[in-house]
């Protein structure tokens, strides 16, 4: 049974830094794209950022980039995602999701099958 849990949400201070975990239980965690996107009040929930199979070509949307890193630790089953420099944009429930195959072609919604019940980030101005 897959199950993600979320951590490590709260409130910020614009420019300030948070660091999300996610802890992934369910079989071979390194076969997998893991991701995470966000939702924003009123919003439709979109990708952030995703490490694949590999580990070696992470991809970020692009108002992320340079500022969000996502990482995995394989050993203990988490991902992480660390977020620096921090704007009211942010603001979102941030999820995390594994995908539904091995091979992700895309980083829509439906390419993954498995979420976390989410964790809160309001970053303040």
């Known amino acids: 049974q897959v199950r993600l849990v979320e951590s490590g949400g709260g409130l910020v201070q614009a420019g300030g830094s948070l660091r999300l975990s996610c802890a992934a239980s369910g079989p071979s965690f390194s076969i997998w794209t893991w991701a995470w996107f966000r939702q924003a009040p009123g919003k439709e929930r979109v990708f952030v950022a995703a490490?694949?199979?590999?580990?070696?070509?992470?991809s970020y949307t692009d108002s992320v980039k340079g500022r969000f890193t996502i990482s995995r630790d394989i050993a203990n089953r988490m991902v992480y995602l660390h977020m620096n420099n921090l704007n009211a944009e942010d603001t979102a429930d941030y999820y995390c999701?594994?995908?539904?195959?091995?091979?992700?072609?895309?980083?829509?919604?439906?390419?993954?099958?498995?979420w976390g019940q989410g964790t809160q980030v309001t970053v303040s101005s």
């Open positions: 999701a594994r995908s539904r195959y091995t091979t992700v072609t895309s980083m829509r919604i439906n390419e993954f099958a498995y």
């Open positions: 490490i694949d199979r590999t580990g070696e070509q992470p």
